[in-house]
């Protein structure tokens, strides 16, 4: 199709966005953010027949790729380690996918501009195919793999697990509360635009090095769409800035958004590159450096910091804290612990690690081994069933975590974490940005300003709570993690396929599960903050078990 004609069509199409003057408007998505119709232009300027033409010829190369890895057996070749955490983020990714798609509606009906309206559209159809390739990348995966326990369950398994409900969490904030908060702000300008690259470009790097080319197809091919939704956030963002009173709101947004995503986002991803590869080159880059790179060089510093010419105030503290997190306080390392703690909760099976893990870790981040190499020691020697515990509930010295309430992620730096009382029972977070989100942005009232669009984070947020008291064993067949055989169990703690080394349920029985946050509120006030000083002062691991 000419140029001019695409232009045309455009322009044609947005007649179909018409505001009517015969009724007054009650949005259904609401939000306290005033916006005034904007001349912001969608820069891809796409219809629908140059659109499809595209999707189709992307299409046709990854479902080529997936016959090719059929044909040429490509499971014989991968690693288990990584595919074991396929299970887990492969169940987690189309939610958020399909949550973007479901945030478009919301985000039309609040932006008052019909350019930007048609660029939502399409970008609401880009979400629909990703979900859709993704599910598809699974259902190949099951089929295929080795070992498809697991895969065969993700969807309910996604619904009930401790690290399926932090998946939940991150999807369910680009469609609920404020309409721009949620679908510009938290999605477009933050998850979009930031971490992207450590999505969509870290993990297919990784997967190609432990031998699964699926993922990299499938992911590059998603990647090819978000400088639309980078565009269509950033003419938003600039609507906002436009009135003088959504600079607040901007301001809070950016910090609950920033700070969330690094705390779900980095603990996933980080996870599963540094603890699901067996690619152990030294040249290889770490998470921190992709995360030093992509995020804090090529998001924050030329594109957050360049928003303080409008008289935005940036929340650098937020992105400075990120990185010590990462960096300094062992984030990242501290997640793949709890992970594996907990593994017989999981529907994955996570691998020791081995002394050559041990040096790449210790080469990338000095001072690994002395704060978690003897933990992954014990790990791989409690790892195949012989008259033992699973680890968590063994005495290595490692203290169960208490959750955050607002992030939903543990609350894994000790020292950082804080104790508040708060509609009626005492909660804790993981760090003092999570207890500002619940108790100062996601209330009805900021600096003054009546907020009721914002809502409060309200649920089931501390999944320990659903299972005080019951046995482990009743738990695991609750949730659905048993294999077709009614006694082994889907997670383990290792990787190995010989039947004799797999964990059953009859080694669960008779050990009792508890939840850290109904024994806090069952405490004293005088035991309450007996426990919070010795959780906050730390662990030490036993140096011999």
Known sequence: MARRSVTKAHKKIQELSWEPTFVEKDPKY??????????????????MQSYFTMQEEKDHRVYGAIDGAVRGNMWRQVQPRWMEWQKLFLSIIPFPEISAARAMPLLTEAVPNPE???GLAFQMIDEVRHSTIQMNLKREYMKNYIDPAGFDITEKAFSNNYAGTIGRQFGEGFITGDAITACNIYLQVVAETAFTNTLFVAMPSEAAANGDYLLPTVFLSVQSDESRHMNNGYGTLLMALANDE????IERDLIYSLWNQHAVVDAAIGTFIEYGTKDRRKDRESYAEMWRRWYYDDYYRSYLVP??????????????ESWDRIWNKGYVHRVAQFFATGWPVNYWRIDPMTDEDFEWFEHKYPGWYDEFGVWWEHYRSLSEPNGHKPIAFENTGYVYPHRCWSCMVPCLIREDTVM?????????YCHEYCHWTDTVAFRDEYKGRPTPSMGKMTGKREWETLYHGWDLADIQKDLGYVRDDGKTLVPQPHVQFDEKKMWTLDRMKGIEFQSPNVLLNQMSDEEREKHMAEYKAGFTINSSY
């Open 246 to 249: 959504n600079k607040d709101l």
């Open 116 to 118: 930007i309206h048609n």
């Open 30 to 47: 609401k939000t306290d953010y005033v916006l005034n119709k904007g001349s912001q232009k969608d820069p891809m300027k796409q219809v």
């Open 420 to 428: 508040d009382y708060v509609d009626g029972q005492w909660r804790t």
């Open 307 to 320: 928003l303080e010419k409008y008289g935005l105030k940036v929340p650098h503290d937020v992105i400075e």
